[in-house]
């Protein structure tokens, strides 16, 4: 099992998108274990996006995250950070595949819908600094008998 951070970006809040793209999560068997929706302060996003901190486009991602809400949640399942990246598609709108989130809602570079957690390492950091450890919650979905069986669950 793995968690993976994802954030629901101010163009999705703003467009209405955002329980169409929950949706496609909980289609796929992921579990919701975390989620919050709130303004993003320039001080927590200058911690998450630190690695791009000196690329050209970071004073305007950082005014774009935090200038309207957003939700962001954990969510876990097997290979949760590499499925969820499948699910987001290319960086760029228009370079993302149909069929995925990106790819489907969007044709923007900076506007791009989602964040999602790009590696176990990351995964860790994020969601750590997004949320308290007693803030995730542990839970069995009804159905989750049937979302996995023995083998992929090693
Ligand atoms: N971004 C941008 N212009 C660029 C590259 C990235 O505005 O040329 C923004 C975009 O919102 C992207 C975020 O910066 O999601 C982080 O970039 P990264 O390369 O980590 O892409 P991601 O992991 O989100 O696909
Ligand atoms: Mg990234």
């Given at each position: 099992m793995q968690r993976t951070l994802i954030i629901l970006k101010p163009d999705a809040i703003q467009r209405g998108l955002m329980g169409r793209i929950l949706t496609r999560f909980e289609d796929k068997g992921l579990k919701v274990v975390a989620a919050r929706f709130a303004r993003l302060s320039e001080q927590l996003l200058e911690q998450h996006y630190a690695d791009h901190k000196?690329?050209?486009?970071y004073p305007g991602l950082v005014r774009f995250m935090s200038e309207s809400p957003v939700l962001f949640c954990v969510l876990e399942g097997v290979d949760a950070i590499a499925v969820c990246r499948k699910m987001m598609g290319a960086t760029f709108g228009r370079d993302a595949e149909p069929g995925t989130i990106r790819g489907d809602f969007g044709v923007s570079r900076s506007y791009n819908l989602i964040h999602g957690s790009d590696s176990p390492e990351a995964a860790e950091k994020e969601v750590a600094l997004f949320f308290d450890a007693n803030e995730i919650v542990e839970w069995q979905p009804a159905g989750h008998t049937w979302v996995y069986d023995a083998e992929d669950l090693g």
């Open positions: 000196e690329r050209p486009f």
